[in-house]
């Protein structure tokens, strides 16, 4: 197997840094919970909104643990490559793979620049998991587009020192003011790592109707000054350049898969509309994707991608579409004012909404966060695409 990977590493990501439970059993199951668990440990969310505060912890579940960690991506994706690696991958640094080399709908290889030369030469492949993240210019090239009509998520983040770096909560302001008090769109975030920083950052969705007209910059900025004093931070002192990116959600790119190839992660618009999460996912549907090119390679017999779709449809196919009208929903700010102002009356209804946002409903053992789900997918079904 071989890995092109454009950048050399370490290298940064644009990302929150956060682990939620879903992430951290499959790194686990990779076998690298021994390296994660030395970094900063945390055991669910603090909510902030219209004055109330509240402590959610992960609800306890049969498959995945009560907590997350808090990871750098530059630490935690080299991490990931290196057990690659290790497990006999042929990692090529500075590699991009710039197009696909097609034979009618048949992808036979794809060409390669080597940043480190500026050659640029051919790679002959059986089969082809992409996985170049949101923009995924590759994808496009074998035919891949996201739906235009659904929301996708804008987020902006930077690092500050906090000397409340090691809380044991990651926090999310539903209801983000400026420092004047002043509403503004989205929510925010602030995660610590336990190193003496903090990661901060604000989200929002493209249904908010005048998201075009949006300065994610000034967001970011508004919401340092505007910050619980508990984090200590100083807006003008930033430890990086806030950067920022858009994510394609709830499996909103398609094809999926081709005759030889499947596209996976962000790449596949694989993130959940309800927070933003797209780490999980990727390693999620990454792993589906390696079973079946595994198969597919001893069984000498590609069809076995054929599946690939349907295996995804069956395992997000209702959540994502109740994600997506939830993400229409909050487009329209005095309606998820309303909603967080009367949730944030109940513990027992923030755990409910956590359960469900984060994907962390038990099947076996449903109570009431997983049959209020469910009705929510039953009606979500009506509801044309």
Known sequence: MVVLERKRFPRDKTCGDGLTPRAVKQL???????EIGSYHRFGGLRAVAHGHTRELPWPDHPIYPSHGYVVRRSTLDAAVLEHARRAGA????????TEPLLAGSLCRGVRVLDHNSGERSDLETGYLVVADG????????LGCRRERSWPQGMAIRTYFESPNHDDPWIESALDVRDRNGATLPGYGWIFPLGDGTVNVGIGLLTSFKDWRNVNTSH??????????????????????????GRLPMAGSVNPKAGPNFLIVGDAAGSVN??????????????????????????????????????LLESSYGAYFKVARLFAYA?????????????????????????????????????????YIYKTAAKAAWLWPD
Do not use: K
């Open 134 to 141: 949101a923009n995924s210019r590759f994808g496009r090239a």
């Open 273 to 310: 509309p309800f927070n933003g999460e797209g780490i999980d996912y990727a390693y999620e549907t990454g792993r589906l994707a390696a079973e079946l090119v595994a198969e597919a390679v001893i069984c000498e017999d590609g069809l076995a991608l054929a599946r690939y779709p349907e």
């Open 90 to 97: 042929l990692v090529w640094h500075g590699a991009e793979a």
């Open 28 to 34: 686990v199951d990779m076998g690298l919970g021994a």
């Open 219 to 244: 967001l970011m900025e508004e919401w340092a000054y505007a910050a619980p004093d508990r984090w200590g931070l100083d807006p003008a002192a930033p430890l990086a350049p806030p950067v920022g």
């Open 330 to 370: 909050i487009g329209r700010p005095r309606l998820i004012s309303r909603l967080v102002q009367f949730g944030m009356q109940s513990q027992t209804l923030m755990e409910w909404a956590l359960r469900i946002m984060a994907n962390l409903m038990n099947e076996d053992d449903p109570g009431a966060a997983e």
